[in-house]
Nanobody, 120 residues
Framework: VQLQASGGGLVQPGGSLRLSCAASGSFFSINRMGWYRQAPGKQRELVATIARGGITNYADSVKGRFTISKDNAKSTEYLQMNSLKPEDTAVYYC???????????????WGQGTLVTVSS
């Protein structure tokens, strides 16, 4: 299973960006997808997750500004980021909890990361 993230870049404070992450390979189901971020000198932290049934979870710091969504047919998740702040600057990583077979265990997969820089 491979995760390919895209959509990062440089944006001014108050601006918007949309990240995408597509899963490819052979698997039975994707049970959860999410976004994490790591700022320079800091630990990786949760941004948002979306479960297979659509239940979402957000870090307090992004609630009301970021929206996570997914397209099951495309095995792709999205992170719409609005009202961006300089403190949102980080490398954003996509994550997926994947079941490889009907009777198999769940495995965690990570994308390569995409840099988001919020600066004027």
């Amino acid at each position: 299973v491979q995760l390919q993230a895209s959509g990062g870049g440089l944006v001014q404070p108050g601006g918007s960006l949309r990240l995408s992450c597509a899963a490819s390979g052979s698997f039975f189901s994707i049970n959860r997808m999410g976004w994490y971020r790591q700022a320079p000198g800091k630990q990786r932290e949760l941004v948002a997750t979306i479960a297979r049934g659509g239940i979402t979870n957000y870090a307090d710091s992004v609630k009301g500004r970021f929206t996570i969504s997914k397209d099951n047919a495309k095995s792709t998740e999205y992170l719409q980021m609005n009202s961006l702040k300089p403190e949102d600057t980080a490398v954003y990583y996509c994550n997926a909890l994947v079941r490889l077979s009907f009777t198999g265990i769940e495995n965690d997969y990570w994308g390569q990361g995409t840099l988001v820089t919020v600066s004027s």
